[in-house]
C-alpha cells in the first residue's frame, strides 16, 4: 500500500483547502484510512479516520464542524476539506491507511503502518 497526499497550501486565516490523498493497493474500500497533522515542535495529532469505506468517519474535537473527511472508492482516493482555517491548523498533514486496524485504535497513530509523505499547510493571519 502506497499513499501520496497532496493539496496543501498557504491560506488566509478563514480560508480553505481540499487535501487529497491518493492509495494504491489492493482493496481500498476495506482499508482503515486517517488523516493526522504534525505542526513544528508537536506530537501527530488525529484529525479524522474511518475504519473502511461505508462506516462512519470520527472527528477529533478541535476540527468538528470545520474539516470533512471523504472517501472516493472509484478514484482510491481520499479527501480532506477543510474549512475556517485558523493559525493553530498550521502543520504537516498525513495521510495513514492499515489492513488490520485494531478496535478502538482509529486515533493511534502507531496503530497505522502506511503513511503519506505529508503535504504542508500554512496560515497566516
Known amino acids: 500500500v502506497q499513499l501520496q497526499a497532496s493539496g496543501g497550501g498557504m491560506v488566509q486565516a478563514g480560508g480553505s483547502l481540499r487535501l487529497s490523498c491518493t492509495v494504491s493497493g489492493p482493496t481500498f474500500r476495506s482499508l482503515a484510512v486517517a488523516w493526522f497533522r504534525q505542526a513544528s515542535g508537536k506530537e501527530r495529532e488525529f484529525i479524522a479516520g474511518?475504519?473502511?469505506?461505508?462506516?462512519?468517519?470520527v472527528y477529533a474535537d478541535s476540527v468538528k464542524g470545520r474539516f470533512t473527511m471523504s472517501r472516493d472508492n472509484a478514484k482510491n482516493t481520499v479527501y480532506l476539506q477543510v474549512n475556517s482555517l485558523k493559525p493553530e491548523d498550521a502543520a504537516v498533514y498525513y495521510c495513514?491507511?492499515?489492513?488490520?486496524?485494531?478496535?478502538?485504535?482509529?486515533?493511534?497513530?502507531?496503530?497505522?503502518?502506511?503513511w503519506g509523505q505529508g503535504t504542508q499547510v500554512t496560515v497566516s493571519s
Open positions: 474511518s475504519k473502511r469505506s461505508g462506516v462512519n468517519t
Open positions: 495513514a491507511a492499515d489492513t488490520g486496524l485494531i478496535t478502538n485504535s482509529i486515533a493511534t497513530a502507531t496503530a497505522y503502518d502506511y
